[in-house]
């Protein structure tokens, strides 16, 4: 089966612009998550959706970041204006039910932004 | 909330065995997962406890304690390639969400 697909792969703004990633989970997969890993960290869950709807979004800074998945299939997180700190790698990842089950996720390749 | 606890780098030998603890604290554990995650990389899973005990998969063993709140990761025979950051991530309750450690960085040695 085709992995998790993300793009852009790499990205570099000026702080105060605004940036988008997209994810398109693995075909069927109910549940979809956008986790930040900042460098030498583990990754920090920011949403998690089930279909379109919004099952977790505690940890996502709602004053700048936002993001949808409005077929409940690919999503887009934006951040916007993106600041130093919000320098990490995005991780998207997918699920096929609401239990984790015993495989856990699949995450995608990740794109990694850097703010100057 | 969660706390949970790997030491940050390990050293080990090519050929040797090495084992990357893992210690948590959380209300409503429901299972506990290793994954493996080269420099540059996505993490990709490696194994999965939910109940007390060892489950073996070829070189790699994972084993848990629910009474102790630890977990371990243990690495047989050595490569090269093993050299990478190891999370260990806890799920809490029926849900889907997963809760990473800041991750083990192994480099393995000639």
Excluded at chain 1, 77 to 100: H, M, N, R, W
Aim: with cysteine; charged share 20%; hydrophobic share 35%.
């Amino acid at each position: 089966e085709a992995g998790v697909a993300q793009s852009p792969r790499y990205k570099i703004i000026e702080k105060r612009q605004s940036v988008a990633f997209w994810c398109n989970p693995i075909s069927g997969h109910a549940t979809l998550y956008w986790y930040q890993q900042i460098l030498g960290q583990g990754p920090k869950l920011l949403i998690q959706f089930q279909n379109n709807g919004v099952v977790d979004d505690s940890q996502l800074p709602k004053d700048r970041f936002s993001a949808e998945r409005l077929k409940g299939v690919d999503s887009t997180l934006k951040i916007q204006p993106a600041k130093l700190e919000d320098s990490a790698v995005y991780l998207c990842a997918s699920s096929p039910f609401f239990g984790t089950g015993n495989r856990g996720y699949t995450f995608g390749s990740g794109t990694r932004l850097t703010v100057v | 909330g969660q706390n949970i606890d790997q030491p940050t780098e390990m050293t080990a030998t090519e050929g040797a065995i090495v084992q990357i603890n893992c210690t948590y604290q959380t209300s409503g554990f429901n299972g506990l997962f290793w994954y493996q995650q080269h420099a540059g990389e996505a993490p990709t899973f490696l194994s999965y406890n939910v109940l007390d005990g060892l489950e073996e998969k070829g070189r790699f063993s994972s084993f848990l304690s629910r009474s102790k709140g630890y977990s371990y990761l243990l690495l047989k025979e050595l490569q090269m390639l093993d050299s990478a950051s190891y999370l260990c991530a806890v799920k809490k309750g029926g849900g889907n969400k997963l809760t990473f450690g800041t991750g083990t960085q192994l480099k393995v040695e000639l």
